[in-house]
């Protein structure tokens, strides 16, 4: 009787209508803690799958900067002929390329493997690592996971001076990222802006230097402003060689496109009969460097630019490319063990791929046979350039000594 009492005494104080509220909002904060829960339950596992992806990319990111500090091996390309880099050794590597969705393809130095090898036509081979093509290919898959940049580097000249060659070469250490085909913007496409250009660079990453080689810039007079406008603190490399040589390399280009041009005599004299040399002629005018680097010097100082011999870059590519890397501030990858001489071709190449029976060399536009020239057209060559190539030994500080072959008959027979 007491409880039923009790019960009847709390009903009758307590409204039904407070007790529907009561009841209504329990049962809206069990909804809300529900609903919460469910909410919590699709976010974790939502961020396991992104966390999960983001580990799976820094994974590669990771592996793939490892990968790149071995040194590596590359062939030449034919720089008129476009071809892909050979099959993926490792099931990681093929991966990460569809993923990408990226197979740069280049004019230069073919990129692939090379396996040891003795020694060909009594010049030494010198061994390679056989992680090389692995390398390359993930070098050259580095756009998805860096930024194009404007170059910190520029193969400024010369033409027919060995900056194909010396490019390609470049291009086989990992921290160098550079344009296959000449952009040719501060001469010709300068109008289209710096947003233009950069587009054309590869994409780096942090540590990586991107380069870009364009010959004629520095036989064109505007280059120097518009580059220091650009990067006052960009390196520059020039490669130069003999001036007498590079004229007949230019001739010999131009004839085997234009057959029908005149003589290389013809086209060097103003007037054979009195000797007067024609400096106005392209391939002669570029080779009087001390004057193309007046420009220059206007601009940017000496310790900016570094200079090439063309022909120490064929009789010992290793110290001259160990050289360029020391000027670029990179270590020192790219070393003799990536280099042998081919006999045929004249000029070093880069080891043979291992998937091939040949080697990988400058193609058929390089190494041509140079014509014969007349020995006393030669020796006035020599004697024209001779003061401008002291004065150019002055400004660099450099003694190139082209004059030791100024008692041959023809200062090179390929180009």
């Known amino acids: 009787m007491a409880f039923w009492s009790s019960t009847s005494i709390f ?50 990111f990771v592996t793939l900067r490892e990968k790149l500090y071995p040194t590596s091996s590359q ?40 396996a040891p090898t003795s020694s ?13 093509s692995e390398l390359r290919r993930l070098a050259n898959c580095t756009s998805d996971y860096g930024e194009k940049k404007l170059p910190q580097a520029i193969i400024i ?29 501060f001469d010709r496409n300068y109008e289209k802006g710096l947003d233009w250009y950069r587009e054309l660079m590869p994409s780096t990453l942090e540590g990586q230097i991107t380069m870009e080689k364009t010959p004629s810039y520095f036989v064109t007079n505007s280059a120097p402003k518009r580059i220091h406008s650009m990067a006052r603190d960009i390196k520059l490399i020039i490669v ?39 400096a106005s002629w392209s391939a002669l005018r570029i080779g009087i460097y001390a004057l193309h680097l007046e420009s220059w010097m206007q601009y940017f100082p000496l310790s900016q630019m570094h200079f090439v011999s063309g022909e120490r870059l064929i009789v010992d590519p290793a110290g001259e490319m160990a ?33 091939s029976s040949t080697p990988r060399c400058l193609g058929k536009s390089k190494g041509r046979t140079h014509p014969k020239i007349d020995p006393n057209v030669i020796c006035k060559l020599h004697k024209f350039y001779k003061p401008f190539n002291m004065m ?24």
């Open 75 to 114: 062939g030449y390309f034919d720089e008129e002929i476009i071809e892909s880099t050979a099959t993926e050794q490792t099931i990681a590597v093929s991966s990460f390329r569809n993923n990408a969705g990226l197979e740069e393809k280049t004019a230069g130095w073919a990129r692939a493997p090379a």
């Open 11 to 60: 009903t009758s104080k307590v409204p039904r209508k407070i007790l529907f509220m009561f009841t209504l909002s329990l049962s809206v904060t069990y909804l809300f803690y529900s609903l919460m829960s469910c909410y919590n339950s699709f976010q974790f596992q939502e961020n396991y799958v992104y966390q999960a992806r983001l580990v799976t990319e820094e994974t590669t």
């Open 323 to 355: 050289k360029v890397q020391d000027f670029l501030g990179l270590k020192r990858i790219v070393t003799d063990k990536h280099f042998y001489f081919n006999k045929t071709k004249g000029f070093p190449c880069l080891k043979k791929p291992e998937d």
């Open 392 to 415: 150019f030994y002055q400004m660099t500080g450099q003694n190139f000594q082209w004059e030791l072959e100024e008692n041959g008959n023809s200062p090179g027979s390929r180009d």
């Open 120 to 132: 060909v036509s009594g010049h030494q081979h010198l061994e390679f690592s056989t992680t090389d």
């Open 240 to 278: 130069v060689r003999n001036p007498v040589t590079r004229a007949i390399s230019d001739y010999t280009q131009t004839l085997s496109k234009r057959p029908e041009i005149p003589t290389f005599e013809v086209l060097a004299f103003k007037n054979r009969t009195l000797g007067l040399i024609d």
């Open 157 to 185: 000249g010369v033409k027919k001076g060995g900056t194909r060659a010396l490019l390609e070469a470049l291009r086989v250490h990992p921290d160098v990222r550079a344009v296959g085909n000449e952009p040719h913007f």
